[in-house]
């Protein structure tokens, strides 16, 4: 008999979060799980998953009514649902609520953020908070993406240390991973008319606050202040979509790096763009696990980011990348630089970077640690009724 299971995101943009669900939700072992997605009707996400799950278009911005949290119960009904599981703020209380009315035998969460982190306003998160604390009730297994999450909501949410599973994310591991890199680089320096001979920097994400870009703008101008005889020769992409472009932009002509940076927009292609960086850096000041992290170091790359919770259980300093203080510009670009002067330690970090994604963050290992616990919680669920 199948397990029938019913992931439940608002997907209103393309993130680590639901990249780490569309992986599961394509990886699940189809003998042994029905699946069903309610979310947003259009997006990125859609595209990832279609052609494996049906798809529940369901609308999350009509506010919190109770006519639309009874039908989702509706869907968990006639679908004979027995397990829920969710992610994100509004998904985690719509899915929670609908749930317990459906007396669905098993609800699962994932808090790869908790809702207090959310960029929003006082008022926002404070609504967020209230409604995430009540229905932490009705979840049977917390799944987090690190150590500094789990203690989180066992120290500060008060959830009992049984119900809180950590799970890393993870991604797909090429075995070729080396070669097609020289003709997508080609690919990618022919499109934004980059010379052959510059080295590129570059980022990769959401152009929001947490992913601290104007420290890294900052950390550019300090190499281009520098007297080192290679800066002219290197070039910075910022790759994505979000609210802080335009200050970011600003920012940008306003220190005279206009030449040196390029804004990439949201690409599709991020592996490829991976594979075109030298060097890939995460400036963010707050983060739950960033898969881009992962897809870089699967990809070999060498990596400077930010000595933060999630990101400091991913990359060892020293080893598999360099950490360095949030909020350090000149830091940040020391590291660069520092990596830029010396290639056989960047390959080396690349290639034990590489080394750690296989033995630790590989998406095969984590979707079974996922389908591991939906067996657990619906045979402790079924097995007390």
Partial sequence: MKFKILFVIENIFFGGGERAFSQIIRGLDKEKYEVYVVCSKSGEFIEKIKSSVEIIPFKFRNGL???????????????????????????????????????????????AMPVEGYDVGLLKKAIYVVLDRFSERFVDK???????????????????????????????????????????????MHEFMIPQNTVLVGTIGRLVWQKGLPYFIQAIRHIANSKWQMVDKIKYLIVGEGKERKNLELKIKKLGLSSRVIFTGFRKDVKEILSALDIFVLPSIREGQPIILLEAMAMSKPI?????????????????GILVQPKDSSALAEAIVSLLKDSKKAQEMGQMARKAVEEKFNIEDKIKQHEQLYETVIAEKLGAC
Avoid at 90 to 99: E, G, H, P, S, V
Avoid at 147 to 175: D, F, Q, S, T, W
């Fill in 142 to 188: 917390f799944i987090v993406v690190s150590e500094a999450l789990r203690m989180r909501l066992v120290r500060k949410h008060l959830i009992p240390h049984k119900k809180v599973i950590k799970i890393y994310n993870g991604v797909e591991v090429n075995p070729d991973v080396e070669s097609e890199i020289e003709d997508v680089r080609n690919k990618i």
């Fill in 65 to 111: 009514s109770v006519a639309r949290i009874h039908k989702l119960a509706k869907i968990m009904k006639e679908k004979g649902i027995q397990i829920v599981h969710s992610q994100g703020g509004r998904a985690d209380f719509f899915a929670r609520i609908a749930a317990k009315i459906a007396k669905v035998p098993a609800v699962v969460s994932t808090v």
């Fill in 304 to 320: 400077v980011a930010t000595d933060i919770e999630g990101v400091n259980e991913t990359v060892v300093d020293d080893l598999t």
